[in-house]
């Protein structure tokens, strides 16, 4: 108790570090490692203080989904600051109460089932082309291939526009300074990773505002889905409008660098486990290449892929009210996704990349912690877009292609986003054409 008798909260385990800092610049270095040895030193529930604000890490999937479903009563979601400033005050994530919920709405309403039945052929076209030309060069460089594919589909069919290869290579450039610096401290000044953040989006802006600019189309003639990213498409806007270029940058984060870790993940466990991969392919044989008939064992690797590499390590929230004494209120609490998953007390073997595990769920229930998608009133809208070009991609890369990583078990980079941590070439056949 505090000498007025008030409480005081036992907080959990773990260290502050220095003042301001406090191990901000330890979790630059050790990235993924910093939260599994401080799990491992301190058990579920640590504190720690990160980005300039004092951090609680909570894992588990009880845990965690607590957490989630309490948004807006016990918690609220609550970005870092290096967030916040990069993606802008209008951004869909930022956005709270009933201006999130309307907005939110919309975009799920905009991707709707309907949305990716009719785009279907158009995905499997253009994820058709990419696999081609990978085919018709001697090796690719994997992940970057990977990201200009959903850079192009996330540009054509969610803000019509169209990404030539030349520019399409400094998007992904860009995006990757952007969001290698997503997380760093609240520092905006050369050398500091805010700075090279908000540098990357100005060039990025600059670059839509052209290929708007280059299109000539009226504003008012963009997807809806703009406006639920903030963007004001009367007629009177003009293209080079900031928040529609802020719209745009937040929409094409979202929907090409998560579903590209996505993708990656999966070529990655594929290469790995060879009688995986030609389990997908009797299944597809045995299925039909247009199987729409309810889950497979093609949808079974997608969702381990993504359960045993998730894109998204991790959520963030700011407590309302305390919850008992570990969690205190206005405190920073990190949801640990990555975490719980590889830490899944109902598995004896949860880093194993096992689909199997899907088929033998009971119906319409998990066997493993899936938090890959989050939870709650800020669970992933874009959800349904990522599982069925994700399907897509897997579907057509199983049957039309072959492929070799040019380096015997590459090694990954999981924070921010699974990656390879080296530069990793593939060399690619059509099935049908060319050997390797
Ligand atoms: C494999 C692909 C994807 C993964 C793993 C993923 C993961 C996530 C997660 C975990 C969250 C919740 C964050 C939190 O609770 O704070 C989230 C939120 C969000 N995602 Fe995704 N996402 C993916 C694809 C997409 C796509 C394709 C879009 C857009 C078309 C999208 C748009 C959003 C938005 C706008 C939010 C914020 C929602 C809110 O604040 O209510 N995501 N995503």
Redesign the pocket.
């Known amino acids: 108790r505090d000498t007025d008798g008030t409480v005081l909260p036992s907080l959990p385990p773990g260290s502050l570090g220095w003042p301001v800092i406090g191990e901000t610049f330890k979790l630059a270095v050790q990235k993924v490692n910093f939260f599994r040895e401080r799990r491992r030193l301190y058990g579920r529930i640590f504190k720690t203080h990160l980005f300039g604000n004092p951090v609680i890490r909570v894992t588990g999937n009880k845990n965690v989904r607590e957490i989630?479903q309490g948004e807006n009563k016990t918690v609220k979601?609550s970005y870092p600051s290096s967030i916040r400033t990069l993606l802008g005050p209008n951004a869909?994530?930022m956005s709270e109460g009933l201006l999130?919920k309307s907005r939110?709405v919309q975009?799920m309403q905009y991707?709707s089932p309907e949305f990716l039945r009719k785009h279907r052929s158009g995905f499997v076209d253009l994820i058709d082309d990419h696999m081609l030309r990978w085919s018709s060069e001697p090796s690719v460089d994997i992940y970057l291939e990977i990201r200009a594919l959903f850079t192009e589909m996330a540009a054509k069919f969610?803000v019509d526009i169209d990404i030539l290869l030349e520019t399409n290579r400094r998007i992904k450039e860009l995006y990757q300074q952007f969001t290698d610096n997503i997380f760093s401290l609240p520092v905006n000044l050369p050398g500091f990773g805010l700075y090279k953040g908000l540098r990357a989006k100005k060039e990025l802006k600059k670059i839509f505002a052209a290929i708007i600019e280059e299109k000539g189309g009226k504003v008012s003639e963009f997807p809806s889905l703009l406006q639920a990213y903030g963007a004001d498409l009367d007629d009177y806007a003009r293209p080079d409008d900031e928040r529609l270029l802020d719209a745009i940058v937040e929409?094409m984060w979202?929907?090409s660098e998560?579903?590209s870790s996505?993708a990656f993940a999966i070529i990655y466990h594929l290469t790995r486990n060879p009688a995986v991969l030609q389990k997908v392919r009797e299944d597809i044989e045995s299925q039909g290449i247009d199987n729409t008939s309810g889950p497979s064992y093609l949808d079974s690797v997608v969702k381990e892929a993504?359960r045993v590499t998730?894109?998204?390590g991790g959520?963030?929230r700011k407590m309302n009210k305390s919850i008992g004494y570990t969690l205190p209120k206005n405190w920073t609490v990190i949801c640990g996704?990555r975490d719980t998953h590889e830490n899944d007390v109902t598995l004896s073997d949860p880093l194993e990349f096992n689909p199997d595990r899907w088929l033998q769920a009971p119906e319409g229930k998990d066997r493993a912690a899936f938090l890959?998608?989050?939870g709650g009133?800020?669970?992933?809208?874009?959800?349904n877009?990522?599982m069925v070009v994700?399907r897509l991609f897997t579907r057509q890369l199983c049957n039309r292609f072959a492929w070799k990583f040019l380096t015997k078990d590459p090694e990954l980079v999981l924070f921010p986003a699974p990656k390879p941590k080296h530069t990793l070439h593939a060399c690619f056949f059509d099935k049908f054409g060319k050997a390797c």
């Open positions: 989630l979601s869909l994530s999130h939110k975009l991707l969610l929409l979202n929907a998560t579903v996505g993504l998730p894109p998204v959520a963030y996704f890959t998608f989050g009133l800020r669970i992933c809208p874009g959800k877009y990522a994700l």
